[in-house]
């Protein structure tokens, strides 16, 4: 925990500093290039997509999150430790203000079905 704790400060800080080699890493990976073309590719619907491993960690997603590690949220909780989908309340985005809500499901091994890790979906309900 003490090296998840690490990495979650270490982008914390990345989000305030001109140096981000954390992050845009992690927004350069294959993962997420693909999600960020599925995200423009749903014309404004989708607000934000990122995957989480097993342990909660982001390993791709379509925009920066405040956070990397989401092992501490419901959304992840929910989805990966229960199995089950998980939808947040609707709220209005302090940054783009738009009203949106996020969706998260747990991404299973095709041939084991075993959950290995979770993906959230944020909604522009603005624009349903």
Not at 2 to 22: F, G, K, P, V
Not at 96 to 110: E, F, H, R, V
């Given at each position: 925990?003490?090296?998840?704790?690490?990495?979650?400060?270490?982008?914390?800080?990345?989000?305030?500093?001109?140096?981000?080699?954390?992050?845009e890493?992690?927004?350069?990976?294959?993962?997420?290039?693909?999600?960020?073309?599925?995200?423009?590719?749903a014309?404004?619907?989708?607000?934000?997509?990122?995957?989480m491993?097993?342990?909660?960690?982001?390993?791709?997603?379509?925009?920066?999150?405040?956070?990397?590690?989401?092992?501490?949220?419901?959304?992840?909780?929910?989805?990966?430790?229960?199995?089950?989908?998980?939808?947040?309340?609707?709220?209005?985005?302090?940054?783009?203000?738009?009203?949106?809500?996020?969706?998260?499901?747990?991404?299973?091994?095709?041939?084991?079905?075993?959950?290995?890790?979770?993906?959230?979906?944020?909604?522009?309900?603005?624009?349903?």
């Open positions: 925990q003490a090296a998840i704790d690490d990495l979650d400060a270490r982008w914390r800080t990345e989000l305030t500093r001109a140096e981000r080699s954390m992050i890493a992690q927004l350069s990976n294959p993962l997420s290039l693909y999600l960020k073309g599925q995200q423009r590719a014309g404004g619907l989708i607000t934000e997509i990122f995957v491993d097993n342990r909660g960690l982001n390993v791709g997603q379509s925009d920066v999150t405040s956070d990397y590690w989401q092992g501490d949220e419901a959304k992840w909780q929910e989805s990966f430790g229960a199995g089950l989908l998980h939808i947040e309340e609707a709220q209005r985005d302090e940054s783009t203000q738009l009203m949106q809500s996020q969706a998260s499901l747990p991404i299973k091994d095709p041939r084991t079905g075993a959950v290995i890790g979770t993906i959230t979906v944020g909604i522009n309900l603005d624009a349903l």
